[in-house]
């Protein structure tokens, strides 16, 4: 069983940067796709970014440019850098993790089996 514990997040002003961490206790990442996604109130829960084994990457068109995903294999842990960060960044993050897209379309939330607890992000203007 994979647990996922996030850390960071917090408060910030448009411009401002943040980063993101997510560990994985109970299992290794090896092979994995590990995401990114969020959830701002009254919306659909939607992929940030993906990253997968051979460390190739994708983006939402939203994040292109800004945000960057990264893995540290040797501590099982998972990280979204953000920068440039706008207001219509404020959500709730969410990293996930799934050793197989069963639905074919990485930002699809139901390829995911695991998810951290989620960690929120404000930026203010």
């Known amino acids: 069983q994979v647990q996922l514990v996030q850390s960071g997040g917090g408060s910030v002003q448009s411009g401002g940067s943040l980063r993101l961490s997510c560990a994985a206790f109970?299992?290794?990442?090896?092979?994995?796709?590990l995401a990114w996604f969020r959830q701002a109130p009254g919306k659909e829960r939607e992929g940030v970014a993906v990253?997968?084994?051979?460390?190739?990457?994708n983006y939402a068109d939203s994040v292109k440019g800004r945000f960057t995903i990264s893995q540290d294999n040797a501590k099982n842990t998972l990280y979204l850098q953000m920068n440039s960060l706008k207001p219509e960044d404020t959500a709730m993050y969410y990293c996930?993790?799934?050793?197989?897209?069963?639905?074919?379309?990485?930002?699809?939330?139901?390829?995911?089996?695991?998810w951290g607890q989620g960690t929120q992000v404000t930026v203010s203007s």
């Open positions: 990253i997968v084994g051979d460390g190739s990457t």
């Open positions: 996930a993790a799934t050793p197989v897209l069963y639905r074919g379309n990485w930002a699809d939330r139901y390829n995911y089996d695991y």
């Open positions: 109970g299992h290794t990442y090896s092979g994995y796709y």
